[in-house]
């Protein structure tokens, strides 16, 4: 069964940058047609997809946060991970790592458990 | 890229069946046939229920079904059930092979 697990800190200073990695287990990150994404989720608020990657490292990302993102891949590792620059307090969310079945930035079919980044001072 | 519109909320009766709608532009919505939709519990990871517009993954309850018209995709869960409230969220590709969401809808069994 593929699990895919959020890690990283839960609270990051204004301007600083958000680090999260996901590490996928029960399956290989480097498996044709599937892309690995982050989606995140405020608190009390909708889903918002920030961007996805293809393991070759192909990468695509939400238009508004284009500027801020960086997702890579360590496939010795089967992990991929997010970087989001110069964070304000609107950044702050659930943030869930998840798998694409054949698509970047729709159809997730397994997803992370979510892990919650809150931006503060 | 702006979010896809979805009725904040809609109710129905057990027994009862209930259509969400998933209205975006020719950019997405319309110009693929790439709309999924989820299930959402508070606290939860949401759910794969749809995909493809209208296939359901396996273990998914024939109960739902999907289907567009032009740029709107619907929802539609018929047999109403008390386990069916939740929030519902669509999510379709975009001709910049991005993904967009939907703002959610909250879906009250009466």
């Known amino acids: 069964q593929l699990q895919l697990q959020e890690s990283g800190p839960g609270l990051v200073k204004p301007s600083e940058t958000l680090s999260l990695t996901c590490t996928v287990s029960?399956?290989?990150?480097?498996?044709?047609?599937?892309?690995w994404g982050w989606i995140r989720q405020p608190p009390g608020k909708g889903l918002d997809w920030v961007g996805s990657?293809?393991?070759?490292?192909?990468?695509y990302y939400n238009p508004s946060l284009k500027s801020r993102v960086t997702i890579s891949v360590d496939t010795s590792k089967n992990q991929f991970s997010l970087k989001l620059s110069s964070v304000t307090a609107a950044d702050t969310a659930v943030y869930y790592c998840?798998?694409?079945?054949?698509?970047?930035?729709?159809?997730?079919?397994?997803w992370g458990q979510g892990t919650l980044v809150t931006v503060s001072s | 890229q702006s979010a896809l519109t979805q009725p904040a909320s809609v109710s129905g009766s057990p027994g009862q069946s209930i259509t969400i709608s998933c209205t975006g532009t020719?950019?997405?919505?319309?110009?693929?046939?790439?709309v999924s939709w989820y299930q959402q519990y508070p606290g939860k990871a949401p759910k794969l229920m749809i995909y493809?517009?209208?296939e359901r993954p396996s273990g998914v309850s024939n109960r739902f079904s999907g289907s567009k018209s032009g740029n709107t995709a619907s929802l539609t869960i018929s047999g109403l059930q008390a386990e069916d409230e939740a929030d519902y969220y669509c999510?379709?590709?975009?001709?910049?092979?991005?993904?967009?969401f939907g703002g959610g809808t909250k879906l009250t069994v009466l």
């Open positions: 493809d517009v209208s």
């Open positions: 998840a798998r694409h079945f054949y698509l970047p930035g729709v159809a997730v079919d397994y």
């Open positions: 999510n379709s590709y975009t001709t910049i092979s991005t993904g967009v």
């Open positions: 029960g399956g290989s990150i480097t498996s044709s047609s599937y892309y």
């Open positions: 990657i293809y393991y070759s490292g192909s990468t």
């Open positions: 020719s950019n997405d919505v319309g110009g693929y046939k790439y």
